[in-house]
């Protein structure tokens, strides 16, 4: 119950795609969900979060898409970009608990 | 660049060594995190200080030592690992306890690359 889904492992995409990436949870007591962006040989770094009080959230070129009932959350890169070729985790908490629990990760590879 | 300096960035170690990993952020952060990154794998939790105060071991065995001697500095002292102990060691903080909640972000280092043999 404690873990996130994340899927796909890998993905790739040509300059311009859109490419998605799928989270699933099953612990409803999750109430923060943020998306970390990781570049070979560094720390992940926050891209962008959501609250279960919102579907939707953009910044940028990066949208997160959350569907409460579904238990369900997705990344979107618009006009993808090669200097996005990067690893992004999922990540789940909640309220009052100590720990962060990260997805599996997801390869992007974004080609010109 | 991240706010969160960890050093050394590369470590290579024999299995009688002991060493240490340092890390240091000036945000104000009262909560400080070590995780263990293997390749192609998600970051795992070791240990969690609040407020200077071992707040969560994660079952890490007694060759990892984590220290905070105050509230800007996070070490891990390293005796007598394995070359399975071999991985990316990050640090991260957060403004307070729980860590990656929405108003407490949680903010990493680039890590230190450890290699034992």
């Known amino acids: 119950q404690q873990q996130v889904k994340q899927s796909p492992q890998s993905l790739i995409v040509q300059k311009g795609g859109i490419p998605i990436i799928n989270c699933a949870y099953e612990?409803?007591?999750?109430?923060?969900f943020p998306w970390y962006q990781q570049f070979p040989g560094k720390g992940p770094a926050l891209l962008i979060a959501?609250?279960?009080?919102?579907s939707e959230k953009k910044e940028g070129r990066f949208t997160i898409s959350f569907n409460k009932s579904a238990k369900q959350f997705s990344l979107h890169i618009m006009d993808s970009q090669p200097g996005d070729s990067a690893t992004y985790f999922c990540?789940?908490?909640?309220?009052?608990?100590?720990?962060?629990?990260f997805g599996t990760g997801t390869r992007l590879q974004v080609f010109p | 660049d991240t706010e969160v300096t960890q050093t050394p960035k590369h470590l290579v170690m024999g299995m009688t060594n002991k060493k240490s990993l340092k890390c240091e952020q000036h945000?104000?952060?009262?909560?400080m995190y070590w995780y263990k990154q293997k390749a192609k794998k998600p970051p795992e939790l070791m240990f969690v200080?609040?407020?200077?105060?071992?707040?969560i071991n994660e079952s890490v065995p007694s060759r990892f030592s984590p220290e905070c001697p105050n509230s800007s500095l996070l070490n891990l002292h390293l005796h007598a690992l394995q070359p399975e102990d071999s991985a990316l060691y990050l640090c991260?903080?957060?403004?307070?306890?729980?860590?990656?909640?929405?108003?407490?972000?949680?903010?990493f280092g680039n890590g230190t690359r450890l290699t034992v043999t």
């Open positions: 991260a903080s957060s403004q307070k306890t729980p860590p990656g909640s929405y108003n407490s972000p949680l903010h």
């Open positions: 612990n409803t007591a999750f109430d923060y």
């Open positions: 959501i609250r279960p009080d919102v």
């Open positions: 990540a789940a908490s909640a309220r009052n608990t100590d720990k962060l629990i």
């Open positions: 945000m104000g952060h009262r909560a």
């Open positions: 200080y609040s407020y200077e105060k071992l707040s």
